[in-house]
């Protein structure tokens, strides 16, 4: 079955510090796609990044990286030098196919709290 | 690019009542779907809609139904409002099912 655990519900840092945001999936076909998103207090999702399984090259954005294990079924999210407005709650979100057609399937998300 | 565009914004109805939220996709998406994200639950997914047939469905009962059109703006309806429907409406469109989903901002209803 499809799943994903985002089993941190809420973290809270110091502005400055480095956090990572876990998340582990499960799924038993072997083309899918993985996703991040934020949700600042605003509400809208925004989209961050997308990893297909053929791929484990990690990827790192500015302040944002992303390590993409097949072995642990894992697909974690690292902000370094944490700022206030790096809070938000953090999606993380599985598409794959074994169902017939490529449903979306989002994490319970991680509110992060970063503290001035 | 024009992003999601879902409308109204806010929505306040009472018990019994009916209700229909619009979204506008982004251009060239033929994918839409909608979400309900409440506090306690979480995003829980309703229902995708391709090329104005319904493709994917999640746990809700039959008074949560949708329709998409031609140009593919998707429509939501909640028939017999009830308290716990208040929540936050997301609609969503992507281009393809290896593709990202974009999302609007959003209805909030609010069920007095």
């Known amino acids: 079955a499809q799943k994903v655990t985002q089993a941190q519900t809420e973290i809270s840092v110091v502005e400055k510090e480095d956090v990572t945001l876990d998340c582990v999936y499960e799924?038993?076909?072997?083309?899918?796609?993985l996703f991040w998103y934020k949700q600042p207090p605003s509400g809208e999702l925004v989209f961050l990044i997308r990893?297909?399984?053929?791929?484990?090259q990690n990827e790192i954005s500015g302040r944002y990286s992303w390590n993409f294990q097949k072995s642990t079924s894992s697909f974690n999210f690292t902000i370094t030098a944490s700022q206030v407005v790096d809070s938000a709650v953090y999606f993380c979100?599985?598409?794959?196919?074994?169902?017939?057609?490529?449903?979306?399937?989002f994490g319970t998300g991680t509110r992060l709290k970063v503290l001035a | 690019k024009a992003g999601v565009t879902q409308t109204p914004r806010y929505l306040i109805k009472t018990r019994g009542q009916q209700v229909t939220l619009s979204c506008s996709p982004i251009?060239?998406?033929?994918?839409v779907s909608w979400y309900q994200q409440t506090p306690g639950q979480g995003l829980q997914f309703l229902f995708e809609y391709f090329s104005e047939t319904q493709r994917n469905k999640g746990n809700f009962p039959g008074r949560f139904s949708g329709r998409q059109f031609s140009n593919s703006r998707s429509e939501m309806n909640v028939s017999t409002l009830e308290l716990g429907d208040s929540a936050l409406y997301l609609c969503a469109s992507r281009q393809g099912d290896d593709q990202p989903q974009h999302f609007g901002d959003g209805t909030r209803l609010s069920i007095l």
């Open positions: 799924t038993r076909d072997t083309t899918y796609y």
């Open positions: 979100a599985l598409s794959e196919g074994s169902s017939g057609t490529y449903k979306y399937i």
């Open positions: 990893r297909n399984s053929f791929d484990e």
């Open positions: 251009s060239g998406h033929r994918s």
